[in-house]
């Protein structure tokens, strides 16, 4: 099994493509699509199994957004990959959710709570000096 993860700006052509598939329906497709264009400081993560996208997130202003999981690809630690990926190249970053997976994620990858909103949960993560 090969596990690439590939950065993307939000307007990347590419980006549209390769998820293209991944949205399902067209009308989905479309709604994404227009998030994309609604949020123009995003830039987007894709992680790649085999060639295959199998997953995604996003980041805004240091905040993880976005993640998510293709079904048949959970539990193949593709969400853990893309927050490392981040990790290693940020300093500081937020995640709010209301996913008790990702919270259990978060906390696994150094993530320590700091505020609830509503039904989401926040995390903030620092690196160390050695970053
Ligand atoms: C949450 C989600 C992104 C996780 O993606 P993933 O690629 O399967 O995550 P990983 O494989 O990296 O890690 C899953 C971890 O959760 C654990 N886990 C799986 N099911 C669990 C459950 N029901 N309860 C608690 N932990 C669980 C796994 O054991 C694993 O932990 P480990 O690495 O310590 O063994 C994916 O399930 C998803 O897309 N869900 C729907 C979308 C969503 O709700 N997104 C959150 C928006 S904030």
């Known amino acids: ?3 690439e993860i590939r950065t993307y700006a939000y307007d990347d052509e590419s980006l549209i493509l390769a998820l293209r598939h ?3 329906s067209e009308q989905h497709y479309h709604e994404h699509q227009k998030h994309f264009y ?3 400081k995003k830039t987007f993560f894709i992680g790649f199994i085999d060639s295959a996208v199998a997953g995604y997130c996003s980041l805004s202003k240091g905040e993880i957004q976005d993640l998510h ?3 048949c690809f959970r539990n193949r630690g593709i969400a853990t990959s ?3 990926y981040i990790q290693a190249r940020e300093t500081v970053l937020t995640l709010g959710t209301s996913n008790t997976i990702v919270e259990s994620i978060a906390k696994k990858l150094g993530f320590i709570y700091y505020l609830s909103r509503g039904k989401y949960n926040y995390f903030r993560w620092e690196a160390k000096g050695d970053h």
């Open 82 to 84: 893309l927050i490392r």
């Open 69 to 71: 999981t293709v079904p």
């Open 22 to 24: 991944y949205f399902g």
């Open 1 to 3: 099994m090969s596990e």
């Open 38 to 40: 609604r949020s123009p």
